[in-house]
Nanobody, 128 residues
Framework: QLHLVESGGGLVQPGASLKLSCEASAFTKDVYAIGWFRQAPGKEREPVSCTTLIENATYYVDSVTGRFQISRDNAKNTVYLQMNNLKTEDTGVYYC?????????????????????WGQGTQVSVSS
């Protein structure tokens, strides 16, 4: 059974960088895409970025485009989220999730119900 574990969160000042990791127990052939989602205090969970494991397609929501970069190392069963120029509004719990739905990545990333396996989350706090 697939398990996901996030790490790399922390407390940083605005403008700083963090790199999150999502380590999977195994990237089986059933895993089509990995997504990063976040939930700010008092708000609903929202997508951040997604990547497919074979085609290497990537998707970013507008608020993080140009600042965040998603990447993967299939040999290590790990997907990363490099976050640069962090802003206070990036604060939240960041989750990674796996999907086996072979949809267009933009549509898939914006439909979290298509992601069946979730990690426990890692806290990212951006504050001066």
């Amino acid at each position: 059974q697939l398990h996901l574990v996030e790490s790399g969160g922390g407390l940083v000042q605005p403008g700083a960088s963090l790199k999150l990791s999502c380590e999977a127990s195994a990237f089986t052939k059933d895993v089509y895409a990995i997504g990063w989602f976040r939930q700010a205090p008092g708000k609903e969970r929202e997508p951040v970025s997604c990547t497919t494991l074979i085609e290497n397609a990537t998707y970013y929501v507008d608020s993080v485009t140009g600042r965040f970069q998603i990447s993967r190392d299939n040999a290590k069963n790990t997907v990363y989220l490099q976050m640069n120029n962090l802003k206070t509004e990036d604060t939240g719990v960041y989750y990674c999730a796996a999907s086996d739905a072979g949809l267009l990545l933009r549509a898939l990333c914006r439909s979290e119900r298509r992601f069946g396996v979730w990690g426990q989350g890692t806290q990212v706090s951006v504050s001066s």
